[in-house]
C-alpha cells in the first residue's frame, strides 16, 4: 500500500495564478481531508469528503476549491494564489470521523 | 464550536528525563482525542488516542490522560530519548457528521537534549 499521496511535493506560483493540488489513497477510505499549516498555527482544515461526490468546507475554505470524483482521489483547486495561501498542504484519509487519519507527505506552496 | 489549547509552545528535556504536554479542549461533547508527533519536514503521524470512556491509556513509553470534568488532556512520554525530539499536536472531535473532523493546538516543540 502506497498510503495516501500527494504531488507535487514543492511549487512556486506567481500572484494570480491557478494550480491543482492531487491527493490520492488507495486504503479505500471514505473520508478524505485537505488541511493548512502555517508556522507556530497548527492544523487548519480547508475542505473535506465523507465520500465520492460529496463534500464540503471546513475552517479556511475561501481561496480554494475541492472535487471528489472517485474514492481514491481528492484535488484541491487554487484559484487566483495570493501571498497568504503560501504554506505546507496536507491531504489525509480515514475510515471514519472520529478514527486515525493517515497523512500525505505535504506540498511546499510557495507564492511571490 | 470546538476550541484546542496546547501547552507548552516549547518543551526542551534532558535525555531520560519525562515530558508532559497538556491540553484543553472546550466543547464537553467531544470524546476522541489523538495525539500526533511530527518529526521536521515530514507528515504528522498519530502515536496514541484516547476515548472519552477511558481516563488513561499507555503504549510502551507513551501515555495520555483524560479528566472529562476539567476538559483536559495531557500526553506523558518518559525516559525521553533524541528520536522524540519533534512537534507534537493534540487533537479533538466529537462523533457525528462534521462534528467529527479533527479540531488541533498549535502544536508543541519537544527537544531532547543528549
Known amino acids: ?112 | 464550536g470546538e476550541n484546542v489549547e496546547q501547552h507548552p509552545s516549547t518543551l526542551s528535556v534532558q535525555e531520560g528525563d519525562s515530558a508532559v504536554i497538556k491540553c484543553t479542549y472546550s466543547d464537553s461533547a467531544s470524546n476522541y482525542f489523538p495525539w500526533y508527533k511530527q518529526e521536521l519536514g515530514k507528515r504528522p503521524q498519530l502515536i496514541i488516542d484516547i476515548r472519552s470512556n477511558v481516563g488513561e491509556k499507555k503504549d510502551q513509553r507513551i501515555a495520555v490522560t483524560l479528566n472529562k470534568t476539567a476538559k483536559h488532556f495531557s500526553l506523558h512520554i518518559t525516559e525521553t530519548q533524541p528520536e522524540d525530539s519533534a512537534v507534537y499536536f493534540c487533537a479533538a472531535s466529537k462523533d457525528g457528521g462534521s462534528q467529527g473532523n479533527l479540531i488541533f493546538g498549535k502544536g508543541t516543540k519537544l527537544s531532547v537534549k543528549p
Open chain 1, 1 to 112: 500500500n502506497a498510503g495516501v499521496t500527494q504531488t507535487p511535493k514543492f511549487r512556486i506560483l506567481k500572484i494570480g495564478q491557478s494550480m491543482t493540488l492531487q491527493c490520492a489513497q488507495d486504503m479505500n477510505h471514505n473520508y478524505m481531508y485537505w488541511y493548512r499549516q502555517d508556522p507556530g498555527m497548527g492544523l487548519k482544515l480547508i475542505y473535506y469528503s465523507v465520500g465520492a461526490g460529496i463534500t464540503d468546507k471546513g475552517e479556511v475554505p475561501n481561496g480554494y476549491n475541492v472535487s471528489r470524483s472517485t474514492t481514491e482521489d481528492f484535488p484541491l483547486r487554487l484559484e487566483l494564489a495570493a501571498p497568504s495561501q503560501t504554506s505546507v498542504y496536507f491531504c489525509a484519509s480515514s475510515y471514519a470521523p472520529s478514527y486515525e487519519q493517515y497523512f500525505g507527505p505535504g506540498t511546499r506552496l510557495t507564492v511571490t
